[in-house]
């Protein structure tokens, strides 16, 4: 655990207004034990369990700058308000933070469940997104591809997919047929579009509509140049 918490209500706590309390505060939840273990203090081992530290008013004073007479001031303090308990002996004295558990390791393991109310609008984004099922006229690899590539564009133009939307689309893509349809995602992405349109004419190819439609637009052009009904 390379980090400790200071839970906001502190503000509201008297102590918070003197710099003395603070900062011997802050150190005795920076010196507190995160986990079960034993020191060795003055030739002593002494076993902690979370929230422990085994310290002396001499230490505090040496890591906080605050004068020793002033440190165990504070500590009583502390100990009054129900913050602390001490365990004193004549070689070391071991506080223990009341609350340890709950403001330290309760409140970091409910952040850390896959809660949209804890974890960000990030994440309540991504628990409102489904999978879109994809016509059967288009369910193939290529175009699977070419759809989740147009949903990430979409993703980052900041222009959401809505239902009605994704169903229109896949509707007038479906008529397309696949191959086309991949176009016109391609084509829309490249030129910058939210929305998906049929394919630009290129060449002698007519597009926007299927491959049959293309084929037999392409013999009646051929038989209108041969002069042919």
């Known amino acids: 655990m390379s980090y400790i918490k200071l839970n906001r209500a502190l503000r509201d706590n008297p102590i918070a207004g003197d710099p003395h309390y603070l900062a011997v505060w802050t150190w005795l939840l920076m010196l507190a034990a995160y986990k079960p273990h034993s020191v060795i203090l003055n030739s002593i081992p002494v076993d902690l369990k979370a929230g422990d530290l085994a310290t002396s008013v001499r230490i505090l004073a040496d890591r906080t700058g605050v004068k020793k007479d002033k440190i165990a001031a504070i500590l009583v303090r502390l100990e009054k308000e129900g913050m602390i308990r001490r365990r004193i002996s004549?070689?070391?004295?071991?506080?223990?933070?009341?609350?340890?558990?709950?403001?330290?390791?309760?409140?970091?393991?409910?952040?850390?469940?896959?809660?949209?109310?804890?974890?960000?609008?990030?994440?309540v984004e991504e628990g409102k997104r489904k999978k879109v099922v994809l016509p059967p006229e288009l369910d193939t690899p290529e175009f699977a591809e070419a759809w989740a590539e147009w949903e990430q564009y979409r993703r980052e133009k900041k222009a959401k997919l809505t239902p009605t939307t994704v169903k229109r689309q896949l509707a007038m893509l479906t008529r397309l047929g696949s191959d086309f349809a991949i176009e016109a995602i391609s084509q829309s992405i490249e030129a910058g579009w939210t929305g998906v349109f049929p394919p630009k004419q290129n060449g002698n190819r007519a597009t926007g509509v299927t491959i049959d439609e293309a084929l037999l637009e392409m013999d009646c052009a051929r038989g209108d140049n041969n002069g042919s009904v």
Do not use: C, H, M
Request: proline content about 3%.
């Open 90 to 123: 004549n070689k070391y004295t071991v506080i223990t933070l009341v609350n340890w558990d709950k403001f330290q390791v309760e409140e970091t393991q409910q952040r850390r469940k896959p809660d949209a109310s804890q974890t960000g609008e990030k994440k």
